[in-house]
């Protein structure tokens, strides 16, 4: 179990790209990166296009205002003239962004922890991850709800053969915030429907790639061999992105998965869904209740597992942090990504190369491997909705 105990010998000097008063998902990473005092220290940001509204920001969450930039270019170059300057930056800025800042911060010889989708295309990837590896540094993705223990959880059960063979996977995150058209919209809202701005997919980069990540965590041994993707925008004027998005996909042991992902999804709320069913068993998980994982064995009745319980996998209490008896969320989770990259980032800096060949972590890898599901997709689709083979 995690108590906030110090992991790494001190806390990384971070610093934030993006993230700011009105982006969506800066208080998250802050959440994730800061919950434990052990494993960050937040130094410095550039956190809005917006200089003035950045530092005010900035300023108000503790941060020294002359350490608070106007842009990623002014940050790496102040902090690289300070002997205390940043170590490792997170980039949360709009999905065009990705690539040229990551970029920047890799060549000035910081880590980076960047948003999701990673970049536009795999070529992009592949460049990134050349340039971090001849660097000698970490890449961190904020695949932010595996974090959750009950995720380990099914992870470790499949791995031990507990489900028997995988025959079926189903994944769906739906939400119904993107049903009306984007009159109005905020501009957190806005770039992710501009194909210039969000890169080739709407909710199958934004949402879908969570899906994606997660389902390898619980299967690593099952490779997709062809995919079918069949997306539309059901508010024309985000065409060609999609709102709405079905997939299918064959793997190389016969499974057969399907994935939905919609913004339009009118009157949900916002749910993600996980169902695996092997040959012996079935588990099922939400983050609706992420404190219990539904296991069911052919011919007996279902069995709720409940999160911290000594009764589960080593795995998955490794990662919980409240206990059986408090419920864990989104906030958890994000603390332990975060908790897993500066392990990495740690060690990397040590170079700890055993214990890097063993430590579970998103890096670079992992949001390659999300780039590529996605440019499969789009292929798919872009041709009439028809199945390719996963390239």
């Not at 993707?229 to 709102?243: K, M, V, W």
């Not at 996909?249 to 399907?258: E, F, S, V």
């Not at 999300?370 to 009439?384: I, T």
Request: glycine share 10%.
């Amino acid at each position: 179990m995690l108590n906030g105990e110090k992991l790494i010998r001190r806390p990384l000097r971070w610093g934030m790209v993006g993230g700011g008063r009105t982006g969506q998902v800066g208080y998250k990473h802050r959440t994730g990166a800061l919950r434990d005092n052990t494993a960050y220290r937040l130094v410095c940001g550039a956190f809005d296009i917006d200089p003035a509204r950045g530092k005010d920001f900035g300023v108000n969450i503790g941060v020294d205002a002359d350490r608070c930039y106007a842009d990623y270019k002014t940050l790496i170059a102040g902090e690289a003239k300070r002997a205390d300057g940043v170590e490792v930056v997170t980039v949360a800025t709009p999905n065009f962004t990705h690539y040229e800042i990551t970029r920047a911060c890799l060549e000035a010889g910081l880590h980076v922890i960047c948003e999701k989708p990673l970049f536009f295309t795999v070529k992009e990837c592949r460049e990134i991850e050349e340039l971090a590896a001849r660097k000698g540094l970490v890449v961190g993705v904020t695949y932010g709800f595996t974090g959750h223990p009950l995720v380990h959880q099914m992870a470790a059960m499949v791995k031990k053969g507990i489900l028997g063979d995988i025959r079926i996977v189903d994944l769906e995150y739906t939400h119904g915030f993107n049903s009306g058209d984007d009159v109005g919209a905020s501009e957190a809202v806005k770039w992710r429907t501009n194909p210039k701005t969000a890169g080739p997919t709407f909710v199958l980069g934004d949402i879908g790639t969570h899906l994606y990540y997660l389902s390898e965590i619980v299967l690593p041994h099952l490779k997709i061999e062809k995919l079918l993707c069949d997306r539309n925008a059901f508010i024309s004027t985000r065409a060609p992105l999609e709102d709405h998005a079905t997939v299918l996909m064959h793997y190389d042991n016969g499974a057969r998965g399907r994935l939905w992902v919609s913004s339009v999804d009118a009157g949900n709320m916002g749910s993600q869904r996980y169902r695996f069913v092997g040959s012996k068993a079935s588990v099922s998980w939400s983050d609706a209740h992420p404190d219990q994982l539904i296991y069911e064995i052919q011919g007996e009745p279902p069995q709720i597992l409940h999160h911290g319980m000594p009764y589960l996998e080593k795995e998955s209490l490794a990662c919980d942090r409240m206990g059986a008896l408090h419920t864990e969320g989104l906030g958890d989770s994000w603390s332990n990504i975060y908790l897993w990259i500066a392990e990495a980032i740690d060690a990397r800096n040590r170079g700890d190369e055993a214990f890097l060949k063993t430590h579970h972590y998103p890096g670079i890898a992992a949001g390659t491997e999300g780039v590529r599901w996605l440019e499969n997709c789009v292929r798919s689709a872009d041709a009439g909705s028809v199945w390719v083979d996963f390239q």
